[in-house]
């Protein structure tokens, strides 16, 4: 078809199939659990080893590492998920993710003499879990509720990484060593791991449908041949190239505050706002409005950062967030269109189940790629940190964002096969 996706008419399926059944409701409430884990065991992790090592290139070799078993983990766990269970590495990367919370606890001050073991433990439990989790939101969502499942777990992920941080921030300054004070916060991320583990048993199996053997390489060959995978592809390496930002901006935030507790109560402000405007975006807009929300969210993005490049004082930290916040929902689209990519792949039920489980290692690679990428340009420049270095970067940040949102507005329409429409 010649009308672009962005502003096409949603697909006419039957109300009922809008709607959340059993499973993805179970589902939902697992991701809970795992948002509230993941906010407990990683917001204040960078913060913690640079407070151990007062040293960007640990951090950014703790971050590549793991980011690197991460992306790796997903060949295994997709060969696993597509020819044998879907949970499989949802739990194994649970129960590793507890163990690598339990050595950081007993490693403590020694943990930099082991950060690459560390780093590797924890890319493989992140990857794992987290490989399983995006494709069961295949499995149990379709293109016509994907928004509104989107807007759903951003609006949770908001509640999540909106109070859990202010009250890790609070243990942490309570009373206490750096390291007693940090442990308080990493056994709750122990228990809500195990949350997550005994919840994943209460969502339905989905009925098999597709009994093909995992074969990334050939697959990815056939999928990149599509002009729509190919875009999705590099928009998701474009978007990630920005993932450094959140660590830039929480090192500045403590490092102008000296305290844990600022930088949890910038989180709680923002975070809660963002979950508000997700509310929003989910209540009123829908597939037709795509394009529109993703050219004005990455105008806005750049437009932002300029209050960064002028000013980095706590101040203009917190009013760059809140503002931040508010617009965050026009960035909403982006994850719905990159999966759809793969739904519009194929008229043809089985070809397009087929690859799904290749589709999101495809998915992963790019987005790991453009993440390094980001790293790389952190620690390029972490011997030679100034205002306006640090603001030329965000700028650079903000751009590859404005950029990556022009970009996926490029994905032309096509019939939904009907695995899809159906699920």
Same mark, same amino acid.
């Given at each position: 078809?010649?009308?672009?996706?962005?502003?096409?008419?949603?697909?006419?399926?039957?109300?009922?199939?809008?709607?959340?059944?059993?499973?993805?409701?179970?589902?939902?409430? /697992?991701?809970?659990?795992?948002?509230?884990?993941?906010?407990?065991?990683?917001?204040?992790?960078?913060?913690?080893?640079?407070?151990?090592?007062?040293?960007?290139?640990?951090?950014?070799?703790?971050?590549?590492?793991?980011?690197?078993?991460?992306?790796? /983990?997903?060949?295994?766990?997709?060969?696993?998920?597509?020819?044998?269970?879907?949970?499989?590495?949802?739990?194994?990367?649970?129960?590793?993710?507890?163990?690598?919370?339990?050595?950081?606890?007993?490693?403590?001050?020694?943990?930099?003499?082991?950060?690459?073991?560390?780093?590797?433990?924890?890319?493989?439990?992140?990857?794992?879990?987290?490989?399983?989790?995006?494709?069961?939101?295949?499995?149990?969502?379709?293109?016509?509720?994907?928004?509104?499942?989107?807007?759903?777990?951003?609006?949770?992920?908001?509640?999540?990484?909106?109070?859990?941080?202010?009250?890790?921030?609070?243990?942490?300054?309570?009373?206490?060593?750096?390291?007693?004070?940090?442990?308080?916060?990493?056994?709750?991320?122990?228990?809500?791991?195990?949350?997550?583990?005994?919840?994943?048993?209460?969502?339905?199996?989905?009925?098999?449908?597709?009994?093909?053997?995992?074969?990334?390489?050939?697959?990815?060959?056939?999928?990149?041949?599509?002009?729509?995978?190919?875009?999705?592809?590099?928009?998701?390496?474009?978007?990630?190239?920005?993932?450094?930002?959140?660590?830039?901006?929480?090192?500045?935030?403590?490092?102008?505050?000296?305290?844990?507790?600022?930088?949890?109560?910038?989180?709680?402000? /923002?975070?809660?706002?963002?979950?508000?405007?997700?509310?929003?975006?989910?209540?009123?807009?829908?597939?037709?409005?795509?394009?529109?929300?993703?050219?004005?969210?990455?105008?806005?993005?750049?437009?932002?950062?300029?209050?960064?490049?002028?000013?980095?004082?706590?101040?203009?930290?917190?009013?760059?967030?809140?503002?931040?916040?508010?617009?965050?929902?026009?960035?909403?689209? /982006?994850?719905?269109?990159?999966?759809?990519?793969?739904?519009?792949?194929?008229?043809?039920?089985?070809?397009?189940?087929?690859?799904?489980?290749?589709?999101?290692?495809?998915?992963?690679?790019?987005?790991?790629?453009?993440?390094?990428?980001?790293?790389?340009?952190?620690?390029?420049?972490?011997?030679?940190?100034?205002?306006?270095?640090?603001?030329?970067?965000?700028?650079?940040?903000?751009?590859?964002?404005?950029?990556?949102?022009?970009?996926?507005?490029?994905?032309?329409?096509?019939?939904?096969?009907?695995?899809?429409?159906?699920?």
């Amino acid at each position: 078809m010649d009308n672009n996706v962005l502003n096409s008419p949603a697909i006419d399926i039957p109300s009922s199939g809008r709607a959340f059944g059993r499973p993805l409701k179970a589902f939902i409430f /697992t991701k809970l659990f795992a948002y509230t884990q993941s906010a407990f065991a990683q917001f204040l992790i960078n913060i913690y080893f640079w407070r151990i090592t007062k040293n960007i290139p640990f951090l950014v070799l703790y971050n590549v590492i793991f980011l690197l078993f991460h992306t790796l /983990t997903y060949l295994p766990a997709g060969k696993i998920a597509k020819e044998r269970n879907r949970f499989l590495p949802l739990r194994f990367g649970v129960i590793l993710q507890i163990a690598y919370l339990l050595l950081i606890i007993f490693l403590r001050g020694n943990i930099v003499h082991y950060i690459i073991p560390i780093a590797i433990i924890g890319g493989i439990a992140h990857g794992a879990y987290w490989f399983s989790d995006n494709l069961l939101k295949f499995d149990l969502t379709h293109p016509e509720n994907r928004l509104k499942f989107t807007a759903t777990c951003n609006i949770m992920q908001s509640a999540a990484n909106s109070v859990v941080p202010l009250l890790a921030s609070i243990l942490v300054v309570a009373d206490g060593g750096i390291f007693s004070s940090y442990a308080r916060v990493f056994i709750l991320a122990i228990i809500f791991a195990g949350l997550v583990l005994a919840s994943s048993f209460y969502i339905p199996a989905k009925k098999k449908i597709d009994s093909s053997p995992f074969n990334f390489f050939v697959s990815a060959r056939k999928l990149l041949r599509n002009r729509n995978i190919r875009i999705a592809c590099f928009s998701s390496a474009f978007r990630y190239i920005s993932s450094a930002l959140p660590i830039l901006i929480g090192l500045l935030l403590f490092i102008s505050s000296g305290t844990e507790l600022y930088l949890g109560g910038y989180q709680f402000i /923002t975070v809660l706002i963002v979950m508000i405007t997700n509310y929003i975006m989910g209540r009123y807009f829908s597939r037709k409005n795509y394009r529109a929300l993703l050219i004005w969210g990455g105008i806005t993005n750049f437009v932002l950062v300029f209050i960064l490049f002028i000013s980095q004082s706590y101040t203009a930290i917190l009013l760059y967030g809140i503002l931040g916040a508010l617009f965050s929902f026009l960035n909403a689209p /982006t994850y719905p269109i990159i999966q759809n990519a793969l739904s519009m792949y194929s008229t043809e039920e089985k070809e397009c189940v087929a690859h799904r489980a290749e589709y999101m290692v495809l998915i992963e690679i790019f987005t790991s790629a453009g993440a390094i990428l980001g790293f790389g340009v952190l620690l390029l420049i972490s011997n030679f940190l100034n205002k306006w270095l640090i603001g030329g970067i965000i700028a650079l940040f903000a751009l590859t964002d404005l950029f990556t949102n022009i970009y996926l507005t490029k994905i032309k329409d096509g019939l939904y096969s009907r695995i899809d429409q159906l699920n």
